[in-house]
């Protein structure tokens, strides 16, 4: 049998997807996209899980987008579907959290980057090398990359070309934190914990009024979260109640 291109395991609350074709470094293509999309719809009606975590399989992330299947011509299903696919993902009501390790280049950064924030091991190494190949990026790494460490630092990437190591992401704020290689899969099952312990209803909430005041005025984006305010979640009163040994009341 054909093994999994893209992989779902569940365990606590999380699903951690994996992208899985170690033997070409999980090297990204139309097959790979399409299970990696079919895991992400099912996610939507899971209300089982409450974190996603994105990781590859074998030496790294991900070296990117599949060149000889560039080369050759890809059936894509339509104009736009790998970007339609991460879309998908990145408004999944659910925290998702990219796990690098190795190899994050220009498709793969792509991919990483539709998360809500990335983990790196330390031998994580990011670039986008679409100029290098006479590229344009059509999976959001013109908007998605200015947006997380601003756009001087996104046309210095883009114009050179260059890759850059765990820490200089760290610095620049493309990834969130850097743990040893060692440490990498506990430091991963420690922040699903972290996240899966809270409120899945706060989670999706956030996640929503995140989105929607993205690059907003304050004025304006104080006066959505206060007209758009979705209230509690169905556990405050548990959860509450857990914390001070008595039953919460909820206050209208």
Same mark, same amino acid.
């Given at each position: 049998?054909?093994?999994?291109?893209?992989?779902r395991?569940?365990?606590?609350?999380?699903?951690i997807?994996?992208?899985?074709?170690?033997?070409?470094?999980?090297s990204?293509?139309?097959?790979?996209?399409?299970?990696?999309?079919?895991?992400v719809?099912?996610?939507y009606?899971?209300?089982?899980?409450s974190c996603?975590?994105l990781?590859?399989?074998?030496?790294?992330?991900?070296a990117?987008?599949?060149?000889?299947?560039?080369?050759?011509?890809e059936?894509?299903?339509?104009?736009?579907?790998?970007s339609?696919?991460?879309r998908?993902?990145?408004?999944?009501?659910?925290?998702?959290?990219?796990?690098?390790?190795g190899?994050?280049?220009?498709?793969?950064?792509?991919?990483? #980057?539709?998360?809500?924030?990335?983990?790196?091991?330390?031998? &994580? !190494?990011? *670039?986008?090398?679409h100029? $290098?190949w =006479?590229l344009?990026?059509?999976?959001?790494?013109?908007?998605?990359?200015?947006?997380?460490?601003?756009i001087?630092?996104?046309?210095r990437?883009?114009?050179t070309?260059e890759m850059?190591?765990?820490a200089e992401?760290?610095r620049?704020?493309?990834?969130?934190m850097?743990?040893?290689d060692?440490e990498?899969?506990a430091?991963i099952?420690?922040?699903?914990?972290?996240?899966?312990?809270?409120?899945?209803?706060?989670?999706?909430a956030?996640?929503?009024?995140?989105?929607?005041t993205?690059?907003r005025?304050?004025d304006?984006?104080l006066q959505?979260?206060? #007209?758009?305010?979705?209230?509690?979640?169905?556990?405050?009163? &548990? !959860?509450? *109640?857990?914390f001070t040994? $008595?039953? =919460?009341?909820?206050?209208?």
């Amino acid at each position: 049998m054909t093994a999994s291109l893209a992989t779902r395991q569940d365990k606590d609350g999380c699903a951690i997807l994996t992208l899985n074709r170690p033997d070409k470094l999980n090297s990204l293509t139309v097959g790979m996209f399409r299970e990696l999309r079919s895991h992400v719809s099912d996610l939507y009606k899971d209300d089982s899980i409450s974190c996603v975590v994105l990781r590859g399989a074998g030496k790294c992330f991900s070296a990117g987008h599949d060149l000889a299947d560039i080369a050759e011509g890809e059936a894509v299903p339509s104009r736009g579907w790998h970007s339609e696919t991460l879309r998908l993902m990145e408004r999944l009501p659910k925290p998702v959290i990219a796990a690098v390790h190795g190899h994050c280049y220009t498709g793969a950064l792509e991919v990483a #980057l539709a998360a809500d924030f990335i983990i790196a091991a330390e031998s &994580a !190494r990011f *670039g986008d090398t679409h100029a $290098k190949w =006479a590229l344009t990026p059509i999976w959001g790494m013109s908007q998605r990359l200015p947006r997380r460490v601003g756009i001087a630092t996104a046309k210095r990437l883009m114009f050179t070309a260059e890759m850059i190591g765990a820490a200089e992401a760290f610095r620049i704020g493309l990834t969130e934190m850097v743990v040893p290689d060692a440490e990498f899969d506990a430091a991963i099952g420690k922040l699903a914990k972290q996240i899966t312990e809270n409120s899945a209803f706060s989670h999706a909430a956030n996640k929503r009024l995140l989105e929607a005041t993205d690059a907003r005025d304050m004025d304006s984006g104080l006066q959505w979260e206060v #007209l758009n305010n979705e209230g509690v979640g169905p556990d405050m009163q &548990a !959860r509450i *109640g857990a914390f001070t040994g $008595k039953s =919460a009341k909820a206050k209208t």
